[in-house]
């Protein structure tokens, strides 16, 4: 006998029910609240069953059901996540009244579970889920760090316009040190600590750069006072602090991704944080039956429009995860510089007539075939072997 469980997650409770596979309703209509507690309750009901006799379905709904999922995986459960949208269209198909209740819905998902083959959770639920927290948590923080490097910008445009070209238009450590230790023009034509300069650049910043930078500064055109001075340090101290923030969250991303060793990090060009946003985002490889259900997962899967005897692909769908195309698309980008099999693919997409970002998005594609392939077969990037 199996069991089927339905769970309609939200908030502060759960809804849930459960039929058997000959479709008696063992419990109906019951819920438990989202607490320890709550979850004490629904695994009272199930202990009667056999672990391996019970399947477990909720909808993919944020993290609401984060807690739930933790709490199954430690009690030996296993359960499977649904797409809302499929959970809608089969409620549709059942029937044709529109009756949208957290009851109705947990009741849906048992018999549509019981409909489709069960695939349960992966067991690096929690790592995929802190690799996921950790790689959105830089993303922002690295946008809020962008934000404050504009504002540093403008500011030197007014005290000293001439020194972000001489960085090439960077805001490299050197730069930070320099403006955090002497703040303006005039202390800065008058620097004299040039190794101190020359250590933090790590040997890069020459003598000839110290002595043209000082002269930079003699004859600039900006202009300075106490609240331009008190704005610099301000900006440099709050974009330091989140360099510090990235660089802590970069080394525990570091741990947990050589820790689970994905065969992603093979391919040329593919560091610790491409290869931890891309396994985060999607999850458990294994549970993607074929490379084109990752295209789609990603959003780079073309839509086809059709009409009559008239079919052509129109653009990529741009559905599912934005962060993960910004990933992907990025990779690419890094890929094509260290592997020429990717390298002379984008060559030849660009011989065909097609623009650089839709070469691009093959490149990707490609990239999503390549990693499929290696978590699938758990092997290593081989070149000899692509097409």
Sequence with gaps: MIYYVGIDISKYKHDFCIISNTG???VENSSF?????????????????????????????????????????NQEYSFMKINPLVVH???????????????????????YLMSVP???????????????????AREQ????????????????DLTFPEIKPFFNNKISSTLLFILDRYKNISHISLMKDFNSISNVSRGKFSYAKFVKLKELAKNSVGFHNENTDLLISTYISIYNDFSDK????????????????????????????????????????????????????????PSIIQSGTLQY???????GSGHLRYVLMNSAMIILRYSPTFY?????????????????????????????ILEKKQINFDPSLLK
Aim: include cysteine; glycine fraction near 4%; aromatic fraction near 8%.
């Design 89 to 111: 269209q089969f409620l549709k198909a059942r029937s044709l009244r529109r009756t949208k209740t957290d009851k109705a819905d947990s009741l849906t998902m048992a018999f």
């Design 24 to 26: 008696e309703l063992i």
């Design 33 to 73: 609240e989202n607490n320890e507690k709550g979850f004490q309750y629904l695994l009272e009901l199930l202990k009667p069953y056999d672990k391996s006799q019970v399947r477990i379905a909720f909808e993919a709904t944020g993290h609401y059901s984060l807690n739930l999922e933790l709490f199954l995986t």
């Design 344 to 372: 002379d693919f984008y060559l030849k997409k660009r011989s065909e007539g097609k623009c650089h970002r839709v070469a691009l998005s093959h490149v990707c594609k490609k990239l999503i075939r390549v990693i499929y």
């Design 313 to 319: 692909n129109g653009r990529m769908v741009k559905h």
């Design 118 to 136: 069960y695939k349960p959770n992966s067991l690096l639920l929690y790592h995929i889920y802190t690799l996921k927290s950790l790689c959105r």
């Design 246 to 301: 990235i660089d802590s969250i970069d080394k525990q991303i570091s741990t947990i991704i050589k820790e689970l060793n994905p065969r992603i990090l093979s391919i040329p060009g593919i560091g610790e944080i491409s290869a931890a946003s891309i396994l985060a985002e999607y999850g458990d490889i294994s549970n993607f039956s074929s490379p084109n259900k990752m295209l789609a997962f990603a959003g780079l899967d």
């Design 141 to 156: 923080l690295i946008k809020e760090r962008s934000k404050i490097a504009v504002l540093l910008t403008n500011q030197l």
